[in-house]
């Protein structure tokens, strides 16, 4: 396919639907700008994510959606020709609640991604989904994580081994909020953030896609730190804590051809040892 060009969105996003879908309208507008043909916007874009992961998170509930519904067909018709991923809540059957990754163009959604791994209290809302799954997609093979998902390096790995290119990686990621460092740079989550995006990318040496939200609601601070990583690990473009796109060209098949080219982690691999 060529380069790619690779946008990380970092901002911030409330329970204001419309308020939403127009942050959202700008930011594919200033990534059509930049070129950008993949676009990864954070976890809970539509709607929010929670206020606490205590019983308060109860208290005021993201707005549960359809995937099929207006609100994603909104985004779809925005995105036009541009690949676009963005996390909700789903309104599954039965009235549970699934706190999901959409990827979607102009002709509808590509694929969808149901967060496994849950922190402590986010199964007070959320029900766990259950696969990690890749789907193509016009920009190349892509997988989806969602959050606290990336901290398990199988996660990343299954998507790698069923054939992803790209992982978008989309996050509402606070800082500590029990042991919160005077400073940003200085936050364990955000280390911890940065170092399994990187870890991420290159033992799977894939292209991995951040994308975080900024700002804060209730007891969450937000930590940002959207970035573009390529298959070596080394970060090729970044919003550190501030809100913006961080976009980078990439040329995904030539840099996994030469991150795989003399070491070749997934076909080395010795899955009998494994215990």
Same mark, same amino acid.
């Given at each position: ?92 059957? =039965?009235?549970? @609640?699934?706190?999901?990754? /959409?990827? $979607?163009? #102009?002709?509808?959604?590509?694929? &969808?991604? %149901? ?102 609601? =209730?007891?969450? @601070?937000?930590?940002?730190? /959207?970035? $573009?990583? #390529?298959?070596?690990?080394?970060? &090729?473009? %970044? ?37």
């Amino acid at each position: 396919m060529g380069a790619l060009r690779i946008g990380a969105v970092a901002a911030a996003f409330g329970r204001d639907l419309e308020g939403a879908l127009a942050r959202v309208a700008t930011l594919i507008d200033h990534a059509r700008r930049s070129r950008v043909g993949l676009l990864v916007l954070p976890d809970a874009a539509l709607g929010g994510y929670l206020s606490d992961f205590g019983a308060e998170a109860e208290a005021e509930l993201p707005p549960a959606l359809d995937p099929d519904g207006p609100e994603l067909r909104k985004v779809a018709d925005l995105a036009g020709d541009m690949v676009v991923c963005i996390g909700l809540c789903e309104a599954g059957p =039965g009235g549970i @609640r699934y706190n999901t990754a /959409a990827c $979607v163009d #102009g002709s509808g959604v590509l694929g &969808l991604h %149901r967060k496994v791994h849950q922190p402590v209290g986010e199964e007070r809302v959320y029900a766990a989904g259950d696969s990690f799954g890749a789907f193509d997609t016009p920009v190349g093979r892509l997988g989806m994580l969602v959050d606290y998902d990336k901290t398990f390096p199988e996660s990343a790995r299954a998507l790698a081994l069923d054939g992803a290119e790209i992982i978008a990686c989309l996050s509402a990621w606070p800082t500590s909020i029990t042991n919160r460092a005077p400073r940003m740079a200085q936050d364990r989550q955000s280390r911890l953030f940065d170092l399994y995006d990187r870890s991420r990318a290159a033992e799977n040496q894939i292209v991995l896609v951040s994308s975080n939200q900024t700002g804060s609601m =209730g007891r969450m @601070r937000f930590l940002g730190q /959207a970035k $573009v990583v #390529g298959p070596d690990g080394e970060v &090729l473009a %970044r919003t550190w804590a501030k809100a913006g796109i961080a976009v980078a060209e990439v040329d995904v098949e030539a840099s996994l051809g030469a991150a795989r080219r003399r070491l070749s982690h997934l076909t080395e691999r010795r899955p009998e040892a494994y215990r």
